[in-house]
């Protein structure tokens, strides 16, 4: 859960570098991700196809970080205007981070009890 949590912040933090150094890192951060997510897949004992209610928990899962995402871009946009900070994205990106971290427990909770039913 930490190395993804370390790959969104990386990721939406790489909007404050200048020049190429955004792209580079933002590359970075997504191949985290990315790995993690084989390493995830690769480590399942089980390999099955999902089904439609964990498809739509997948979804929901998805929007619910997007919408964090969202929010905590135009918080520290508003903050960043109102308070002149240089980096609001990599104040965002820490906040979405941390965010991802906390849900990751209940999220899990949730998604078993999905797959049970």
Request: charge should be positive; glycine fraction near 6%.
């Amino acid at each position: 859960m930490l190395v993804s949590a370390l790959g969104v912040f990386v990721v939406f933090a790489s909007f404050d570098l200048p020049g190429p150094w955004d792209r580079i890192t933002a590359a970075l951060g997504l191949g985290v991700l990315l790995l993690s997510a084989l390493r995830w897949q690769r480590q399942a004992r089980v390999h099955r196809k999902p089904t439609g209610p964990e498809l739509l928990w997948y979804f929901a899962a998805g929007a619910v970080l997007l919408v964090l995402c969202v929010a905590f871009q135009i918080a520290a946009a508003v903050l960043a205007l109102s308070v002149d900070l240089p980096a609001q994205h990599t104040i965002a990106a820490a906040a979405t981070a941390l965010a991802t971290a906390a849900l990751a427990g209940p999220g899990r909770r949730t998604f078993r009890a999905v797959v049970r039913r």
